[in-house]
Nanobody, 125 residues
Framework: VQLQASGGGLVQAGTSLRLSCVVS????????VAWFRQSPGMDRRFVAA????????LYSDSVKGRFTISRDNARNTVYLQMNGLRPEDTAVYYC???????????????????WGQGTLVTVSS
């Protein structure tokens, strides 16, 4: 199983980026998917997730209303649309997925079995 994240870069505050995560080796539709991020000097933290049944989508308070997570099962790809970027959004963004994530654990890193390598997003002020 491999997850390949891409789409990061250096942008100015207030602009947008879309991150992609292509999953190979497993069927995306039967798994829950999520994005986490790790800022310099900080622990990795939850950003957004979609439960495998598609019925629950969860966002961290810091990105709610600005970021949108979505999935394209036909392309086995997860997206994170990031609008209104702020300097505090600067981080390495990781995609994650797993078959056994229950809805109450969507924000828990330990719930996800597979992780991508991360893509760096830098937001300048």
């Amino acid at each position: 199983v491999q997850l390949q994240a891409s789409g990061g870069g250096l942008v100015q505050a207030g602009t947008s980026l879309r991150l992609s995560c292509v999953v190979s080796g497993r069927t995306l539709s039967t798994n829950s998917v999520a994005w986490f991020r790790q800022s310099p000097g900080m622990d990795r933290r939850f950003v957004a997730a979609i439960h495998r049944n598609g019925g629950r989508i969860l966002y961290s308070d810091s990105v709610k209303g600005r970021f949108t997570i979505s999935r394209d099962n036909a392309r086995n790809t997860v997206y994170l649309q990031m609008n209104g970027l702020r300097p505090e959004d600067t981080a390495v963004y990781y995609c994650a997925f797993g078959p056994s994530v229950i809805q109450s654990n969507l924000a828990s890193q330990n719930a996800y079995a597979y992780w991508g390598q991360g893509t760096l997003v830098t937001v300048s002020s």
